[in-house]
C-alpha cells in the first residue's frame, strides 16, 4: 500500500463534497487530491490528478456518473484509477449499469463514516465493496430483467473449485469468508481470484461480480 492513497471526490453538492474531505483528509493514509461537481469534470480532473480511488456520485448534471465511470474505466492513461459510486437509495437504476461501465463498488450516501473509509481502502486494494441491502437488490433486479446482449461467461474453462469461488464472490462474501466457506486458506483463495481474472479477462472483482451474474450462478435472496 502506498503512503498515501489518493481520492477523487465527485459529487454536485458542494456542502456533501466538503463533508467528505473533512473524513477523508483526517485519515493519515488517505487524502483527497481534487473535487469535480459533474461528470465531465470528474473525468478531466481523473486525468489531471490521477487518483487511486473516486467517489463517484450517480445523479448530475451535463454528464451523469455512470457515463463519467464508463469513460474513466476506458481510458489506458486511468487503468489504475478505481470507482466507488455513492448512491442514495438502495437500488438506483444507473447503479446496475455502473457496474457494466467499470463500478468497482457501491456504498449508500447514510453510511456511517468508519463505514466510508474502510471502503476506500477495500477499493483501493481490490476488494470490490458492496452495500449487502444494494447487492441482494442489485441481484434481485439483474436476474428479473435479463439482456440478450450480456455475454455468457466461457465457465467451462474454470475448475470446479474457481467455480465455487465464482458463487461466493458473486454473493458478496469477502476473501476470509470464502476461505471459511470452502475451508481453505485466505492464499488459496487469492490465488483462484487470480485466475479467475486472467480467464475472464475482469478488470477486477467487481468484474467477477458480473460474470457470477451472467452465469447464473448467482440467484435472488428470498
Given at each position: 500500500m502506498p503512503e498515501t492513497i489518493r481520492v477523487l471526490l465527485v459529487d454536485d453538492q458542494a456542502l456533501l463534497r466538503h463533508s467528505l474531505a473533512m473524513?477523508?483528509?483526517?485519515?493519515?493514509?488517505?487524502?483527497?487530491?481534487?473535487?469535480?461537481?459533474?461528470?465531465?469534470?470528474?473525468?478531466?480532473?481523473a486525468r489531471a490528478t490521477r487518483p487511486d480511488v473516486i467517489l463517484m456520485?450517480?445523479?448530475?448534471?451535463?454528464?451523469?456518473?455512470?457515463?463519467?465511470?464508463?469513460?474513466?474505466?476506458?481510458d489506458p492513461a486511468l487503468c489504475a484509477a478505481?470507482?466507488?459510486?455513492?448512491?442514495?437509495?438502495?437500488?438506483?437504476?444507473?447503479?446496475?449499469?455502473?457496474?457494466?461501465?467499470?463500478?468497482?463498488?457501491?456504498?449508500?450516501?447514510?453510511a456511517r463514516p468508519e463505514e466510508l473509509i474502510e471502503a476506500i481502502r477495500r477499493t483501493y486494494r481490490g476488494e470490490s465493496l458492496f452495500?449487502?441491502?444494494i447487492l441482494t437488490?442489485?441481484?434481485?433486479?439483474?436476474?428479473?430483467?435479463?439482456?440478450?446482449?450480456?455475454?455468457t461467461p466461457a465457465l467451462r474453462r474454470l475448475t470446479g473449485r474457481e467455480v465455487d469461488v465464482l458463487t461466493l464472490i458473486g454473493g458478496g462474501l469477502s476473501n476470509?469468508?470464502?476461505?471459511?466457506?470452502?475451508?481453505?486458506?485466505?492464499?488459496?483463495?487469492?490465488?483462484?481470484?487470480?485466475?479467475?481474472?486472467a480467464k475472464l479477462a475482469a478488470r477486477d472483482r467487481a468484474q467477477l461480480v458480473i460474470a457470477a451474474f451472467d452465469a447464473g450462478l448467482v440467484r435472488p435472496r428470498p
Amino acid at each position: 500500500m502506498p503512503e498515501t492513497i489518493r481520492v477523487l471526490l465527485v459529487d454536485d453538492q458542494a456542502l456533501l463534497r466538503h463533508s467528505l474531505a473533512m473524513i477523508i483528509d483526517n485519515e493519515p493514509d488517505l487524502a483527497v487530491v481534487g473535487e469535480a461537481g459533474d461528470g465531465a469534470d470528474a473525468v478531466a480532473r481523473a486525468r489531471a490528478t490521477r487518483p487511486d480511488v473516486i467517489l463517484m456520485d450517480v445523479r448530475m448534471p451535463h454528464l451523469d456518473g455512470l457515463q463519467a465511470t464508463r469513460r474513466i474505466c476506458a481510458d489506458p492513461a486511468l487503468c489504475a484509477a478505481r470507482v466507488l459510486v455513492l448512491s442514495m437509495f438502495e437500488l438506483d437504476e444507473y447503479v446496475y449499469e455502473a457496474l457494466h461501465a467499470g463500478a468497482s463498488g457501491f456504498l449508500l450516501k447514510d453510511a456511517r463514516p468508519e463505514e466510508l473509509i474502510e471502503a476506500i481502502r477495500r477499493t483501493y486494494r481490490g476488494e470490490s465493496l458492496f452495500a449487502p441491502s444494494i447487492l441482494t437488490r442489485l441481484v434481485a433486479h439483474y436476474v428479473a430483467a435479463p439482456r440478450p446482449d450480456r455475454p455468457t461467461p466461457a465457465l467451462r474453462r474454470l475448475t470446479g473449485r474457481e467455480v465455487d469461488v465464482l458463487t461466493l464472490i458473486g454473493g458478496g462474501l469477502s476473501n476470509d469468508e470464502i476461505a471459511t466457506a470452502l475451508m481453505i486458506s485466505v492464499k488459496t483463495v487469492k490465488t483462484h481470484i487470480t485466475h479467475l481474472m486472467a480467464k475472464l479477462a475482469a478488470r477486477d472483482r467487481a468484474q467477477l461480480v458480473i460474470a457470477a451474474f451472467d452465469a447464473g450462478l448467482v440467484r435472488p435472496r428470498p
